[in-house]
């Protein structure tokens, strides 16, 4: 069964800062990564995905994240923190293959401090 | 371009009464659809998936049900509330074949008092 982990419920940074979330996933197979963003009373929203190829993966609003195979991780990073970044965000796992359904981890709420 | 829709937005409910969502989908066939609750502070849970008309799965054993009419609708249903049916319901699709991601609707909020 595959499993998401993110530590850390809460984030807070300064503007202007580094952002970086941490996930990790658990997958039998090789597994498709997604970061997701929610803003409050909104549905969530793609940053960025991992399928295959290139292990780093650019999104929007600047993000990043790098697939680790051997950490088994998918850290999500942005190098200078705006206030419109403070948001909840989701890591998500998939198998591709199926009816493609993700597992979520329980998210980590970002606050960027003036 | 493809656009999810769902309604309501929000709805308060008394305990025992029924409950319909809609979801639906523009500018695709042949969706894979989901529900989703996400109860307050906590993550996203899968209610259903649909890979077409008429097929529905069941994640997890609950006080609610989903149908699938037409190829773009969703629709989550219960006959009687309860006060645990509170939360944020999302509809999520995506489009099969090599198309992982899924795409997310604006989410109705439901409090049941």
């Known amino acids: 069964a595959q499993s998401v982990t993110q530590l850390g419920s809460h984030v807070s940074v300064s503007e202007g800062a580094l952002v970086l979330l941490r996930c990790n996933y658990s997958?039998?197979?090789?597994?498709?990564l997604f970061w997701y963003v929610q803003y409050p009373n909104q549905g969530l929203q793609l940053l960025l995905k991992?399928?295959?190829?290139?292990?780093l993966v650019k999104g929007i609003n600047g993000f990043e994240a790098e697939f680790k195979k051997s950490e088994t991780s998918f850290h999500l990073t942005k190098p200078s923190a705006h206030m419109s970044d403070a948001a909840e965000y989701f890591c998500?796992?998939?198998?591709?293959?199926?009816?493609?359904?993700?597992?979520f981890g329980q998210g980590t709420r970002l606050t960027i401090n003036p | 371009s493809q656009t999810i829709h769902q309604w309501p937005a929000t709805l308060v409910q008394p305990v025992g009464s029924p409950l319909s969502l809609e979801c639906t989908v523009e500018?695709?066939?042949?969706?894979?659809l989901y529900w989703y609750r996400q109860a307050a502070g906590r993550g996203l849970q899968l209610l259903f998936y649909?890979?077409?008309?008429?097929?529905i799965s069941s994640e997890v054993p609950q006080n609610l049900s989903a149908s699938r009419p037409q190829d773009r609708q969703f629709i989550l249903s219960s006959k009687k509330l309860l006060l645990s049916d509170s939360g944020f319901y999302l509809c999520?699709?995506?489009?099969?074949?090599?198309?992982?991601?899924?795409?997310f609707g604006p989410g109705t909020r439901l409090t049941v008092l």
């Open positions: 999520a699709w995506s489009g099969g074949g090599l198309s992982y991601e899924q795409f």
């Open positions: 997958s039998s197979v090789p597994p498709y």
């Open positions: 991992y399928t295959t190829g290139a292990t």
């Open positions: 998500a796992v998939s198998q591709p293959q199926g009816a493609q359904k993700l597992v």
């Open positions: 500018g695709t066939s042949n969706p894979n």
């Open positions: 649909s890979v077409g008309i008429g097929q």
